[in-house]
């Protein structure tokens, strides 16, 4: 299957600091990326679908000003928490799709906001 | 919006047993059906996917049928290993077009643990 790389693969940070999350398609090109969120023991919530060269499609209930998301590239989306407190703490993970559906998966960055 | 269901939440098996996962869907519309496999601390892995031409899609030890007219579709693992431990997510999309466009709906997970 293709490949999606993310970075960093952990960070921990003070409360009210900023932090970049990037989300690379290592051997195709993803015209569109999805970042999703997953607290402990549950499912993956989807945040924003990000394409390329345009707006991120938030869904409802996430804060566009707060989580910055940006797809300057065909390979390459990244996610900014800004001002972070201890709740964004979590798992945070992207995809890329490939073709028309699928979805392949980033191994995912956990952040732990003190 | 969709919502997809699955069941049962926690699976245990002995090694070289079956294992099957249920999902149900809401929407119609929603025409491709992956499945991932989690392990701890990492991304989910797409497993198998089908789409809704497709009635049964195997791959080796892994299997997924679908049931349009019930909305629902399941996963079946035979001659399962340790190895197969994982948390396993169902999810539902749809090519909607626009800002929908290959959007998934995922299921709750189901815990799988395989014992030797």
């Known amino acids: 299957g293709a490949v999606v790389s993310q970075h960093p693969s952990r960070v921990i940070c003070k409360s009210g600091t900023s932090v970049k999350i990037e989300c690379r398609s290592l051997d195709f090109q993803a015209t569109t990326m999805f970042w999703y969120r997953q607290f402990p023991k549950q499912s993956l919530m989807l945040m924003a679908t990000?394409?390329?060269?345009?707006?991120?499609?938030?869904e409802q209930g996430v804060e566009k000003d707060k989580f910055l998301i940006n797809h300057a590239s065909l390979t390459l989306s990244t996610l900014t928490v800004t001002s972070a407190h201890p709740e964004d703490s979590s798992f945070y993970i992207c995809?890329?799709?490939?073709?028309?559906?699928?979805?392949?998966f980033g191994p995912g960055t956990r952040l732990l906001v003190l | 919006g969709e919502n997809v269901e699955q069941h049962p939440s926690t699976l245990s098996v002995q090694e070289g047993d079956s294992a099957v996962i249920k999902c149900t869907y809401s929407?119609?519309?929603?025409?491709?059906f992956p499945w991932y496999k989690q392990e701890l601390g990492k991304g989910p892995q797409l497993i198998i996917d089908?789409?809704?031409?497709?009635g049964e899609k195997k791959d080796q030890r892994i299997a997924v049928t679908l049931n349009k007219t019930a909305k629902h579709f399941s996963l079946h693992i035979t001659e399962t290993q340790p190895e197969d431990s994982a948390v396993y997510f169902c999810?539902?999309?749809?090519?909607?077009?626009?800002?929908?466009?290959?959007?998934?709906?995922f299921g709750q997970g189901t815990i799988l643990t395989v014992h030797p």
């Open positions: 995809s890329a799709r490939q073709g028309k559906e699928t979805q392949y």
């Open positions: 089908i789409r809704s031409n497709v």
């Open positions: 990000s394409n390329e060269g345009s707006k991120a499609t938030y």
């Open positions: 929407d119609s519309a929603s025409n491709y």
């Open positions: 999810a539902a999309g749809f090519n909607a077009g626009g800002t929908s466009y290959g959007k998934l709906t």
